[in-house]
């Protein structure tokens, strides 16, 4: 069974997470709190951002309330899932 965590993030270029469920404390390692107000670029991979970013810009553009993404994200301890 896949783990998964739910965030919510603002519509501008930031991407700054609003809102994390619990589940992210079990999967990263990160309370909620640690994350919100934060930009989720800071848990992408630099060589990933451009593409991240495009992908938000085009869902926001697309008026999408509700986007399922898979991607790399840094866990509390440095590493990658």
């Not at 965590?5 to 609003?18: E, G, K, Q, V, Y």
């Not at 951002?49 to 986007?67: I, T």
Request: charged share 25%; with cysteine; net charge negative.
């Amino acid at each position: 069974m896949e783990t998964t965590f739910i965030s919510i993030h603002d519509l501008t270029p930031n991407a700054r997470i609003l809102y994390s469920s619990d589940s992210i404390i079990d999967i990263l390692g990160y309370t909620p709190d640690e994350v919100v107000n934060r930009s989720a670029w800071e848990y992408f991979p630099a060589e990933e951002l451009p593409f991240a970013r495009q992908y938000h810009e085009k869902r926001v553009q697309m008026d999408k309330a509700a986007v399922l993404a898979y991607c790399r994200v840094r866990h509390r301890d440095g590493g990658w899932l």
